[in-house]
Nanobody
Framework: QAQLIESGGGLVQPGGSLRLSCAASGRTFASYRMGWFRQVPGKEREFVASGNWNGLTWATYYADSVKGRFTISRDNAKPTVYLQMNSLTPEDTAVYYC????????????????WGQGTQVTVSS
């Protein structure tokens, strides 16, 4: 059974950094688009970042709110997808989810077929 398992969440001070990991098992996701979403109570799950191998490069896309601060990457040998988060602010506090999609579109959570259980990120002093 295909699974995505997130880890690396926790409590961090404003301005700090965290690296989230998403370990895949049960099938290969090498050809899938991988994404990170986040959700706070009472709000919809929102797109954070996405990446896919297009045959030449690892193509990445980011929400405007995280562009320049977050980086999505992958290690096919493990296989694991990462979300490096720098310059964190309290507005980044959320449960972060890893997801996999077979579609070209990257922003719509409905296009993602596989989801992890989520990991909590709290940014607070």
């Amino acid at each position: 059974q295909a699974q995505l398992i997130e880890s690396g969440g926790g409590l961090v001070q404003p301005g700090g950094s965290l690296r989230l990991s998403c370990a895949a098992s049960g099938r290969t996701f090498a050809s899938y688009r991988m994404g990170w979403f986040r959700q706070v109570p009472g709000k919809e799950r929102e797109f954070v970042a996405s990446g896919n191998w297009n045959g030449l490069t690892w193509a990445t896309y980011y929400a405007d709110s995280v562009k320049g601060r977050f980086t999505i990457s992958r290690d096919n040998a493990k296989p694991t997808v990462y979300l490096q988060m720098n310059s964190l602010t309290p507005e980044d506090t959320a449960v972060y989810y890893c997801a996999a999609s077979r579609f070209i579109t990257y922003r719509d959570r409905r296009d993602y077929e596989y989801w992890g259980q989520g990991t909590q990120v709290t940014v607070s002093s």
